[in-house]
C-alpha cells in the first residue's frame, strides 16, 4: 500500500441509508477522481461499543463499489470491520475484488463515531506484512482549514 494513498486530503462522508450504501447516495456527492473518501454510517459507535459481532451493518453494495471505480477515487474507508456483507457472500468477496481490481485501497474498521463529515487530512501509517492481504494501521484524521 503506497503511502501517497494513505497520506493526504481525504473527505468524510455521512451515508443516511440504514442498509447499505448505494449508487443513488454516492452521487449526491459529486465524487472526483483522486479522492480519498471514508464514509461514515450508522455503523459508528454501534459496532465498536457491542461486546459482540453486529450482524445489522451497512454495507458497501456491488454496483455501489463499481460506481466508486468509475469515478477514479484511490481510497475507501468504512467504519465496520469489512465493507461487504458477511450475509450475502457473493457481495462480500466481490465489493472487495471491485475495489481492489478498480486500483482502490480498502480501508476497513475507521473509528468516525466523532468525527463530523467534510475535509481532513488522513495520515495512515499501514504496517507491513510480510504476503499478508490485510494489516493493521494507525490511522489519524486532521481538520482542513
Known sequence: MPLDVTVGPCRVIEIKDPEKIKVSELEKHNIKKGERLLLKTRNSPKVYISENFVEDYVYLDVQGAQYLVSRGIILFGLDNITIG??????????????????????????ALADVPP????????????????????????????
Open 85 to 110: 456483507s458477511f450475509k450475502e457472500q457473493d457481495n462480500l468477496g466481490r465489493t472487495h475484488q471491485i475495489l481492489l481490481g478498480g486500483g482502490i485501497y480498502i480501508l476497513e474498521d475507521c
Open 118 to 145: 467534510g475535509e481532513y487530512d488522513l495520515l495512515c501509517l499501514p504496517l507491513l506484512m510480510w504476503n499478508g492481504d490485510a494489516g493493521p494501521c494507525r490511522a489519524i484524521l486532521r481538520p482542513l482549514k
